[in-house]
């Protein structure tokens, strides 16, 4: 039982590069969402998505994009890397949105650095 | 404004003694208060989950306690272990059509031999 593998663990990107960070869950969960972890703060919502073909936007959207073309799969892509998204990012499944009490189960997290 | 905060920023204690995490909350509409526990260089897992109606729920060596009218919750850490060495996140769900998750900037806790 994986739970929510992220890929790749850790990335090194130069300014201006473009990537995409994977995310993929086996536990069937329509709820999924992309947050990043800095130094100081609390994780931050970048986008969400509540089941395939819908996504929405987070408290820290720009500069990503993401998709949601299967239940499993949550791919977060960075369209022009800035050292400012220089940051962990963590994907996260449930059943729902978490209004039910429902476990929210977090990936290993991505550890990006933009130079 | 809706936000989570989180004290000690750090704590230190010694194997086997017992530590109390606080946290304090101005969120609202309240949905549930989730405490996590992250190891460093892993992923937040989920140490217990609480709404509105629920005043204490444990998780083995864990019991968070939560008071909705002060509007605070805590962690209890009984007989530490080295492996409770780690950041303890407390995140509050908010009610609503919005239902999004505010997160405190967690308590690292250090447990020494």
């Known amino acids: 039982n994986a739970g929510v593998t992220q890929t790749p663990k850790f990335q090194v990107l130069k300014t201006g590069q473009s990537m995409t960070l994977q995310c993929a869950q086996d536990?069937?969960?329509?709820?999924m969402s992309w947050y990043r972890q800095d130094p100081g703060m609390g994780l931050r919502l970048i986008h969400y998505s509540v089941g395939a073909g819908i996504t929405d936007q987070g408290e820290v959207p720009n500069g990503y994009n993401v998709s949601r073309s299967t239940t499993e799969d949550f791919p977060l892509r960075l369209l022009s890397a800035a050292p400012s998204q220089t940051s962990v990012y963590f994907c996260?499944?449930?059943?729902?949105?978490?209004?039910?009490?429902?476990?929210?189960?977090f990936g290993e997290g991505s550890w990006l650095t933009v130079v | 404004k809706n936000q989570v905060e989180q004290s000690p920023q750090s704590l230190i204690i010694l194997e086997g003694k017992n530590c109390t995490l606080q946290c304090n909350y101005t969120v609202s509409p309240f949905s549930n208060l989730r405490w996590y526990k992250q190891d460093t260089g892993r992923g937040p897992v989920s140490l217990t989950i609480m709404t509105f109606s629920e005043n204490t729920k444990s998780n083995g060596r864990y019991t968070a306690t939560l008071d909705a009218d002060t509007k605070q919750s805590s962690l209890h850490i009984t007989a530490s272990q080295l492996s409770d060495s780690a950041s303890y996140i407390c995140?509050?769900?908010?009610?609503?059509?919005?239902?999004?998750?505010?997160f405190g900037k967690g308590t690292k806790l250090s447990v020494k031999p």
């Open positions: 536990m069937n969960h329509e709820y």
């Open positions: 996260a499944s449930s059943r729902d949105r978490g209004l039910s009490g429902n476990t929210i189960y």
């Open positions: 995140v509050v769900k908010r009610g609503g059509s919005q239902g999004n998750l505010i």
